[in-house]
């Protein structure tokens, strides 16, 4: 590569970059150099029992559904259709009570520009869907009905959507710079198809651990570097 020739050697006998030759390389050689530091940079990451800990996650979640599946059908017939409760005012009041703290939480996160602010984001757009759900089933057949129905439409649910839509444009920015900085070019794709950190080809999710923790003689499965979709780098050599 004609970069890697035009590096200049100190007293020292070391190659080193400056800003200026920085500048000389091109975009597309650039990003190839980011790529080499990130693949150096990243820390290597411990494969001990994650297959069996995503394994489990896998099968309790598949339990989950099954069993929730069973237990909606259970509902639907032995509910009855009208039901006096115990305590109304003490239910709303603490479910307002927990959307209040996640405006605040929001807010918080928001003014200190905090990465908690996308958890936060799906929590207020999660509390909002259910108060809007609940507000108009439990109004049906009463004078507030009108009210409830139209306070869902015009507020719980469009706030609703919009703290999803901004935890999603945050994800996508948080991704697109981690991409930038990796070198890896183009838009960023759907969050469908994105991988998570750590997920490595054979399908185990890792657990990070500090760079330079010794690897693991013999190991198969002691995996260096990992990125996302991002091709495999080789650092070039002086003869490059």
């Known amino acids: 590569m004609a970069w890697v020739a035009s590096i200049r050697v100190p007293e020292g006998g070391r190659r080193v970059f400056d800003e200026a030759e920085l500048r000389r390389m091109t975009a597309k050689e650039r990003a190839k150099l980011m790529r080499m530091l990130a693949a150096m940079d990243m820390p290597r990451l411990m494969p001990a029992g994650s297959h069996r800990r995503r394994r489990w996650f896998l099968l309790a979640t598949i ?11 259970v509902l639907a017939v032995t509910l009855p259709r009208f039901y006096r409760s115990g305590d109304w005012r003490g239910a709303w009041v603490g479910f307002d009570l927990a959307e209040l703290v996640a405006f605040a939480a929001t807010a918080w996160a928001a003014w200190r520009g905090r990465q908690v ?3 936060c984001l799906l929590v207020l757009a999660t509390l909002l869907f259910a108060d809007a759900w609940f507000d108009v089933t439990l109004d049906v057949r009463t004078n507030g009905f009108l009210w409830s129905l ?12 919009a703290a999803l839509l901004a935890a999603r444009r945050l994800l996508r920015l948080t991704i697109a710079r981690t991409r930038h900085r990796e070198g890896i070019p183009g838009p960023v794709p759907s969050l469908w198809r994105i991988p998570l950190f750590g997920y490595t080809q054979g399908g185990v999710l890792h657990d990070p651990v500090p760079p330079g923790t010794p690897a693991v003689p013999g190991n198969p499965q002691d995996v260096d570097r990992v990125t996302l979709a991002r091709p495999s780098v ?7």
């Open 63 to 73: 339990g989950c559904c099954l069993a929730l599946a069973a237990w909606i059908g």
């Open 117 to 119: 602010l996308i958890m």
């Open 150 to 161: 139209l306070s869902a439409l015009l507020v719980e649910i469009p706030l609703a959507v």
């Open 234 to 240: 080789r650092l070039p050599g002086p003869d490059a």
